[in-house]
């Protein structure tokens, strides 16, 4: 007969195989919350995440921002015009709000827009031609003075297919000035070390309303 003690010996054995066969079918997740942070350590945890940059997921797919043109051809010349003049003052005025110095987010989302204009523009063969552009002259975000002077440029090379007149990109703060307020473009002549969209603050003014600081004295 075998003994009470063998019995035993034999089922714990068999219990360990049983678990051992589980842990292997179905490992069981190495991770940790620290009590402290709170953060989850182990897999799917802080250490997983120190491979790479986790997926945004409310950012786009990329062939959402960079499909084919949506919107179809518009044949009334009228609402055309008045649509490209609308657009071209929406976008010159953006790039002249923009910041000096943005993030990475930020050039992104800019670079984005331009993009996403050229698939959903009501103008469908205006969207393929901008698509061309933006294929030959890939946006430049990195400042203001950047975005400003490549939109601009991209902008006078639709000019020169229609034979309109040149813009002078020297004057865009002048001609696209929102009057916003918080960050007005300033009319005044940049030194002649800078660039054109290179603005200078102006102590008369308040830097956030843009309205005339009052002067006192004694």
């Given at each position: 007969?075998?003994?009470?003690?063998?019995?035993?010996?034999?089922?714990?054995?068999?219990?360990?195989?049983?678990?051992?066969?589980?842990?292997?079918?179905?490992?069981?997740?190495?991770?940790?919350?620290?009590?402290?942070?709170?953060?989850?350590?182990?897999?799917?945890?802080?250490?997983?995440?120190?491979?790479?940059?986790?997926?945004?997921?409310?950012?786009?797919?990329?062939?959402?921002?960079?499909?084919?043109?949506?919107?179809?051809?518009?044949?009334?010349?009228?609402?055309?015009?008045?649509?490209?003049?609308?657009?071209?003052?929406?976008?010159?005025?953006?790039?002249?709000?923009?910041?000096?110095?943005?993030?990475?987010?930020?050039?992104?989302?800019?670079?984005?827009?331009?993009?996403?204009?050229?698939?959903?523009?009501?103008?469908?063969?205006?969207?393929?031609?901008?698509?061309?552009?933006?294929?030959?002259?890939?946006?430049q975000t990195a400042?203001r003075r950047s975005?400003?002077?490549?939109?601009?440029?991209?902008?006078?090379?639709?000019?020169?297919?229609l034979n309109k007149?040149?813009?002078?990109?020297?004057?865009?703060?002048?001609?696209?000035?929102?009057?916003?307020?918080?960050?007005?473009?300033?009319?005044?002549?940049?030194?002649?070390?800078?660039?054109?969209?290179?603005?200078?603050?102006?102590?008369?003014?308040?830097?956030?309303?843009?309205?005339?600081?009052?002067?006192?004295?004694?």
């Open positions: 007969m075998i003994s009470r003690f063998a019995k035993a010996f034999i089922g714990i054995t068999a219990l360990l195989f049983l678990f051992t066969m589980i842990a292997f079918i179905n490992p069981s997740s190495l991770s940790y919350v620290d009590p402290w942070t709170g953060q989850l350590f182990g897999e799917g945890g802080v250490e997983k995440s120190l491979s790479g940059p986790p997926n945004d997921p409310s950012a786009p797919p990329s062939h959402v921002v960079h499909g084919s043109v949506i919107m179809p051809k518009l044949g009334n010349e009228t609402a055309k015009a008045a649509l490209g003049r609308a657009t071209w003052k929406l976008m010159h005025t953006m790039t002249l709000r923009f910041p000096e110095n943005p993030t990475p987010d930020e050039r992104s989302a800019l670079t984005s827009y331009f993009h996403l204009t050229s698939r959903l523009y009501p103008c469908g063969e205006c969207a393929e031609e901008f698509q061309m552009l933006l294929k030959k002259f890939p946006p400042s975005a400003s002077l490549w939109l601009c440029s991209t902008h006078n090379e639709v000019n020169k297919r007149p040149i813009f002078d990109c020297a004057r865009l703060d002048a001609e696209y000035d929102c009057g916003c307020g918080d960050e007005p473009i300033k009319k005044v002549s940049p030194p002649s070390n800078l660039g054109p969209m290179d603005l200078e603050e102006d102590p008369s003014k308040d830097d956030l309303t843009g309205v005339g600081m009052i002067k006192g004295g004694r």
